[in-house]
């Protein structure tokens, strides 16, 4: 038998009445019922992780758009401003990189303050593995236990990280 971790990730999401949305991506003619109910104006980011090896937070995140001030602001260490992030964007989402110490880190939105721990990265538990990432949401359970005994018979796949986004036909345990 495998063994399996299950680890929630880090994120942080925002009130959904409070007064800080993420804006919608597409044009209002274009904003079917769909899209409306399944679009996420919350999540600030999806996870945080201190890496040891470069000294500092990455965060995770969907793309920030209009909450990337919120965010960047936000941002104190010790309860003073941090001043240096390394920020990278893609397509669909982007990648912080706050240097320093694992201690401190907070995010300040209106009057609250957040501790901004950073996970332990798992990076180290695939080293030197032949490993499948995906995404999954609502496939069934009995496939992705095939699929991945496929890529280990046929591939020699030894390490599978799996991402549940949202299912709602079972519980990520």
Same mark, same amino acid.
């Given at each position: ?16 009445? $409070?007064?800080?949305?993420r ?32 000294? $500092? ?12 001030d ?13 001043k ?9 989402f982007e990648q912080?990189?706050?240097?320093g110490?694992?201690? $401190? ?9 957040y ?16 490993a ?10 009995d ?10 018979t ?5 390490g ?5 986004? $949202?299912s ?6």
């Amino acid at each position: 038998m495998a063994e399996v971790i299950i680890h929630h990730l880090n994120g942080f999401r925002l009130s959904p009445k $409070g007064p800080h949305l993420r804006d919608h991506v597409r044009p209002l003619l274009r904003q079917t019922r769909n899209y409306l109910e399944n679009y996420d104006r919350t999540t600030l980011f999806y996870d945080c992780v201190y890496i040891e090896r470069e000294r $500092g937070h990455l965060f995770t995140a969907p793309r920030f758009l209009n909450l990337w001030d919120l965010f960047r602001k936000g941002l104190r260490r010790n309860g003073r401003k941090v001043k240096r992030v390394l920020r990278f964007t893609w397509l669909r989402f982007e990648q912080i990189f706050v240097p320093g110490p694992r201690d $401190g880190l907070t995010l300040k939105i209106g009057k609250d303050t957040y501790p901004m721990p950073g996970r332990s990265s798992y990076a180290g538990s695939f080293a030197g593995l032949n490993a499948l990432v995906a995404v999954s949401k609502n496939n069934h359970l009995d496939w992705i236990r095939d699929w991945a005994q496929f890529h280990a018979t046929d591939h020699g796949t030894n390490g599978v990280v799996l991402f549940d986004n $949202g299912s709602t036909d079972y519980t990520v345990d």
